[in-house]
């Protein structure tokens, strides 16, 4: 398979940036946790518990971001983990990390509740 320079190059530096931005969240998140703490003058903490969810949410993300990285240097990117087939440019801009094509995923959300080995 030819190593496509431009891709790797574009699609690297895209998954890098999304990883700044979330960690850049994940701190300010942090923080705003510590600020609840410390200015404890009678304002409830009441977006803590939002705050977990989407502390979990962007870690879910942060893993997916790296996974997509390790696809990328393993040659596997873009390639759906199920059938092997290519996944089509316009779904890994729509969303960059799918590990499965589009007939693939459909399979797949239709066997919710019983899960598949995925290699
Ligand atoms: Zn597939």
Not at 2 to 26: G, K, N, P
């Amino acid at each position: 398979m030819a190593h496509q320079t431009a891709f790797y190059d574009s699609t690297r530096a895209m998954l890098e940036r999304e990883r700044t931005v979330i960690m850049a969240r994940m701190q300010s998140l942090e923080q705003n946790s510590i600020e609840f703490e410390l200015d404890s003058d009678g304002v409830p903490p009441s977006g803590l518990e939002r705050e977990g969810a989407i502390g979990a949410m962007l870690q879910s993300r942060l893993a997916d971001i790296d996974n997509a990285i390790a696809r990328l240097d393993d040659g596997t990117y873009g390639v759906c983990t199920t059938c092997a087939e290519p996944i089509p440019p316009r779904r890994l801009e729509a969303l960059p990390f799918a590990t499965l094509c589009v007939p693939c995923q459909s399979q797949a959300e239709k066997r919710v509740g019983r899960r598949v080995a995925v290699r």
